[in-house]
Every structure is written in C-alpha cells, then in structure tokens.
C-alpha cells in the first residue's frame, strides 16, 4: 500500500495519461453553508474532464493502521460529496480512485464489497507503478 | 461540545432512564471477512433493547478541529454498518446519537440536513447535561 503522497501523484499521473485534463485541483463543493475541501478530509479530491465527460476523483491511499475505519473515512466523503453534487453540479460523476492492491485484496473481501454495491461507490483503479488506470468500475 | 467520554456516558445514562437495557458494549457486527467495532473507529456503538425494539447507536461527540470531517467519518461508520446489519443482525436498527447542542447547530446546515435525509440517518437527540434522550427522529 503506497503512501498518500505516491498514489496522489500517481493517480493524477494516470488521468492525465488517459486523455483526461485535471481542471481542479483541489475539487471543492459549496452547498447549503457547508464547503467540502480536501483540507478538511484524509482524502483528495481533484476534477478533470475529457470531451464532455465530467468527473471528480477521490484518492485513498488506505495506509492507516485500520482499513475498515479508512474506507469508512472514504465512504462518509465519497457519499458527502454525491449529496452535495447532486445539487450543486449534478453533471459532474464521482470516482473513488484506490490502488490495484488495495482493490484486489481488501475491496474483494465480501463485507466491503456488499457495502460499495449498496451505495453505488463507482471506483477507478489504478496501477500505481506503472501510473495507468486500470479499470474504472460502475 | 462535550468531549467524547462525557457524551459517551451520558447517552448510556439516557437511554437507561428512558427504559432500554444494554445488552452490548461496544456491539460489533461480523460479516463476510469484516468485523466492525469501537476499536476501529472514531465512533462508539452499543446495543440495547427495550420490549421487543432491539437499536444499535452509535455515539459521535463531533470534537475534531472539523465537525465536516467529524460527520464524514460518522457517516461512514453508520452507513457500513447499515449494510452489514442490515445482512447479519436484520432486526435491529441503528440510531446515531448526538448532543442537543449540535443537532440545533452543526446538523441544522442545509448540507448536512439534506446528506442526513439522502442517507435516511436516524437520530436520537440526547440532552448531555440532563442526560435525557431529547427525541428520536427518522
């Protein structure tokens, strides 16, 4: 699992090499008196876009000590976010940016796997060595 | 804002006068490959029943330097545990408690009520002084 920093950079890296333009940097939603920013978060979130595709990408890097209480850190923003884009710029789609590793290791266990199911956490994996993304699911 | 022991004992307290038994603390939820529990998380849960009503609360004291970041976190940690109760232990349903104080407050912000409404979060108010459960809601 790499650290914040390597997979930040790695997954900005990988958009880029995916034809996507990084048009935010950090991506902030202002809704209803609240002003949700990454240095208020454990996590990242930029935006980019690509022809008329719209997207802003969480990054976890899933390093702390508990991953359950990182991906419950992810889950509260990621759905944060959703419940304020929806009304302040509904045609912007969010992506949860995670590793290769983390994605075949701890993404694949049941418990969390029901969990991003129920909620409907699209996620975008990336290959952080080789800085390229690897699939974007849902 | 109390901190996180205070409010911790006084909702225990309140839910005992207002006639529910403990039966966990802290209650931990296990399913496919994840258990979940107070030692993983920022927040408390505990299980308590009363006649054949059988909840879940979890307890948020909302002290951090962000109470945006403190409610993302919390938010998580109830919508995780929805999913995996909702599979291993149906019959319960799971409140998150907070102080009078910062329902009338943080809580009263259009972003956090609209997040609380699309994420169908139950509450239940408790007045941390009197250590009286103020109100149930959802």
Do not use: C
Not at 16 to 33: A, C, E, L, R
């Amino acid at each position: 699992m790499p650290a914040n920093d390597t997979i930040y950079s790695a997954v900005k890296n990988a958009l880029v090499k995916d034809g996507w333009t990084i048009t935010h940097d950090p991506y902030t939603v202002k809704f209803g008196g609240v002003r949700v920013h990454a240095d208020l978060a454990a996590e990242k979130v930029l935006a980019a876009e690509r022809g008329s595709d719209r997207i802003a990408v969480e990054i976890k890097s899933f390093v702390g000590p508990s991953p359950v209480h990182d991906f419950e850190e992810a889950l509260g923003q990621f759905l944060l976010y959703i419940a304020l884009m929806k009304r302040a710029d509904p045609t912007r789609k969010l992506y949860l940016a995670i590793d290769s590793g983390t994605h075949e290791t701890f993404f694949a266990r049941e418990a969390i796997r029901v969990a991003v199911e129920d909620y409907a956490v699209s996620r975008v994996i990336v290959n952080i060595e080789q800085e390229e993304v690897a699939s974007w699911i849902g």
